[in-house]
């Protein structure tokens, strides 16, 4: 029996396994529960012990422990990490739910519960496919190291130093990651970069205490009028950003690129009309996909000054705060982006007003080139489990990991979602194909032999 | 015995009553007070009567009575119309006073208590000035009718409608308000002119919900840099306002009133430095006391949208909601100034972003003729009673009540203040100065008598 044929034959065994594992409440943000993610780790410990990988480890992080296998049987064939994460997000609002969150139910050919797809079910897929191999053939064609970590949902807060700490034990050729949605359903993608960050947080003052603006407007500064002031400078009429040396480091989409998100899919009036808004806004000469994916932005994420209670108050406010943060692309750094910005305040704001700048956490952005060796496997086995090409996307958000993968194993990741837009993902009744699921083992077990033949 | 000379020889006396006045916690904002606040009120509708006034009447009011009394037995001379508040504000933070609210103290020459300066101690300076004129005459050289209400610090919630049923009732020449301030220690004032406003709410939205900025930055429409671009669109580089039409109906400075306002002792660095700002800032061209007093202004008093908690959250807001108000002056009114405001905004925003204007309560700008019969006696009067020339000033705040008798009875007013910058009105420790109460009275000794010679 090949690996392939092996897969096909368990799928009720495989199901019936991940719903096993979605059963266990794995609440990584909520500390009564955190002995049931202890309890998903220990199951997921046996489990990979099961299906027969030389070496399962778990390791103590501090908060929840990370899950840790390794098989590197294959001499001379590339090492492939594979990370995912067993613990998943909280279910509130509960009464939304229509099953409950943690009692799985298969229906319509979907799989309904907490975590379904975000990450257990797409991680479980990874699993199946590296049993397949092993139970088929007694081996993998490749060197697999396996990381699933617990703590996802709340920041990775333990994963980079463990990272830091295991670099020579994490040593591979690239990183795979099932933890996002194919482009569209039957449609396979292969995201190749992420928007990296960088965020701030600043303080105007005027005066030192509020004044009344009867005696004092007019003559004394007013420190919403002006971060009105700063805000609106930070971009230009047509949408670009106008401080100076911003796109310095931008590296421009590529025809091949701007063709390709061309030729998806796309519903312009969909994607705007699912967020409520009017019509979409943006930097001109950009369609909305080309801004999300492969533009640096600069948004207001939150402000708050002077008297914001009901009614009217003749307050001249001495203070306004403002956090904003730049969506950044490849190859911008957070760090050179906050000294161009810090600059830019420092410039603009009146010298009568006093200005503080914090820099909140940032993350680089992120970029696997398209004929990575592990890029071409990815293409290929999505092409053989679905039947159809798979398409080149990039992400508009950022996901930590992969930046930290990135600059600490100096190694590329390749994203392969598994997962479905209306997957309601961080919502009620989260659900997982069960197509999805098959085909998602399937990509694995492709997967593994196209790695080895790269 | 001349009044001049009865109010000299009964200053220990009045000293006392004023202090009986003043333990009364007529505190309107507090319902536990509403007895003492009525208690208040009886008493000075007896104390009134006491001094010999014809009619002294309680006119209920649904919230705390009006005290109103008239003395009209001079035919052919002017009427005038006397208002003052009995009420006072709460005494919070009890810790910082250093001798009881309501346990008056007279000390270094000044009356301690809540109340003594705002606005008991100036209301009753004129009680005594009158009584001064009907005890040593027998009658007043004027016709005089007094409304003292005791909602002033709850925003005079019905005095409105009150006077606009009693139109009749309170017609007159003139209206005479101590209230306020003299210019400096021994420099009294005439304020002519207070500035109106127009206060605005307003609501930018862009998507109906927040949505992630990775997945939605860059392509969908920011209220907060939206807002950002209005807010900095109202003025130019100047410090002018530049909404189209803003300043037409502004009544410019005459040289005559810089002049005035120039020789005033007047110290910038003072005045910005109360504020705890490092500089002043406004508009090009005017002095401080001109931006204050004579140049209308738009504040932002208060904003909030988004995320405002600790730390860092990506989020696209979805709105953004914020206050912003105008100081008007002399010919401006809320009315116009709404619509050129609201034109201006829908023409601003852009049209991606939905938006929405409310108007609070606004008030007119009010200014007296600097030549009118009762600023000429009230500055004869002042020049008698402290022996130096007295100033013109004007108000950058507003004292709506003056713009409701400018309305409703269609006179000016004339703003005597008896108290000083220093009474610390409204916080802890306010105080009357005992040389202020006793020029106060004879401001209004001598201010009958003009006023019966214009
Ligand atoms: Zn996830
Ligand atoms: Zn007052």
Redesign the pocket.
């Known amino acids: 029996m090949t690996p392939i044929e092996f897969a096909e034959s368990k799928q009720d065994e495989f199901l019936n396994e991940l719903l096993d594992f979605l059963r266990i409440p794995s609440i990584s943000t909520d500390k009564e529960s955190a002995p049931d993610v202890r309890r998903a780790a220990d199951w997921l410990v046996s489990h990979l012990k099961g299906i027969g990988l030389k070496t399962v480890e778990l390791h103590e992080t501090g908060g929840h422990p990370i899950v840790y296998a390794e098989h590197l049987e294959a001499p001379g064939k590339p090492t492939v990490l594979l990370y995912g994460?067993y613990d998943v997000q909280p279910p509130d609002p509960l009464e939304l739910w229509e099953s409950p969150p943690f009692e799985p139910v298969v229906k319509d050919g979907k799989i309904f519960a907490r975590g379904a797809t975000?990450?257990k079910g797409?991680s479980f897929a990874h699993v199946k496919g590296l049993e397949a191999h092993l139970k088929a053939t007694g081996t993998l064609p490749v060197n697999v190291k396996i990381l699933i970590e617990g703590e996802?949902?709340v920041g990775s807060v333990h994963l980079d130093p463990w990272v830091e700490a295991n670099r020579e034990k994490l040593s591979c050729d690239a990183v795979l990651i099932s933890?996002?949605s194919m482009y569209a359903r039957g449609l396979p993608a292969i995201m190749y970069s992420l928007r990296g960050l960088a965020y701030f947080e600043i303080e105007i003052e005027g005066a030192d205490h509020d004044l009344h603006s009867g005696l004092f407007g007019g003559a004394i500064p007013n420190p919403i009028n002006e971060l009105g002031r700063l805000i609106a400078s930070f971009h230009d009429e047509k949408g670009h950003i106008a401080i100076p040396g911003f796109y310095d480091a931008v590296r421009e989409l590529s025809q091949e690129e701007r063709d390709g998100f061309a030729a998806l899919p796309f519903d312009e009036s969909e994607f705007v009309g699912s967020t409520g808004a009017t019509a979409g806004k943006g930097e001109a000469g950009f369609t909305s996909l080309e801004r999300v994916w492969a533009r640096p932005t600069l948004d207001f994420n939150g402000i708050i000054g002077g008297f914001t209670g009901e009614g009217a108050k003749t307050v001249l406010p001495s203070k306004v705060r403002a956090k904003f943060s730049c969506r950044l692309v490849p190859d911008q750094t957070p760090k050179a982006i906050e000294e161009l910005v810090a600059a830019h305040i420092r410039q603009t704001v009146h010298p009568s007003l006093k200005v503080k700048i914090e820099f909140h956490h940032g993350g680089r952005p992120v970029m696997t080139e398209r004929d990575h060796f592990a890029v071409n496997s990815a293409m290929g086995a999505l092409k053989k489990a679905w039947g159809v090409d798979p398409v080149f996307i990039r992400g508009g958000g950022s996901i930590p990991v992969v930046a930290t993968f990135s600059d600490v194993l100096k190694v590329p990741t390749v994203l392969i979602g598994l997962g479905l837009n209306d997957d309601r993902?961080h919502s009620p009744n989260e659900k997982f194909d069960l197509e999805n699921f098959f085909n998602g083992i399937k990509t694995s077990v492709y997967l593994w032999d196209e790695l080895a033949q790269s």
Do not use: K, R, V, W
Request: no cysteine; charged share 55%; glycine share 0%.
């Open positions: 994460h975000d990450d797409q996802e949902e933890d996002s993902l």
